[in-house]
């Protein structure tokens, strides 16, 4: 299995233009919570089933980073309540301008995104914003 390292090596790999790391560091956390939001829309239980399958990979690849993951979906139910009755909607809307806004960014890079390689990826994406956050201050993941 790869470490936290070469995922992120691979997946840096399709990210190195500044415009297109801004937008992924702007959508993906977007396309995070549209999908918790859709999810939780439907049902909570779904998104609880897939905060644990996603908890169980990022385990496998950093306690810190899984920590915090942790946090930021307790931040997305939480605002995913607030919006209530419109949630559907608002995450429907949110989820197909991130993604335009994601295949904007990798034209503009000139690569595809790193999910047609490996579905994976789509997990390592949240990891990758965060761990710009750790390096910013100095703490290892």
Known sequence: ???INEWFKAYGESHQNPTNKLIHWICVPAIMFSIIGML???SPWLVYAVMVITMIFYLSLSLPLSAIMLV???LMIAIAEVIG???LMISAGIFVVAWIFQFIG???EGKKP???DDVKFLLVGPLWCLSFLFDRLNLKY
């Open 1 to 3: 299995m790869k470490t």
């Open 40 to 42: 939780w829309a439907v």
């Open 72 to 74: 930021v979906y307790a």
């Open 85 to 87: 009755s419109s949630l």
């Open 106 to 108: 990798h034209s503009i």
């Open 114 to 116: 790193s999910f047609f």
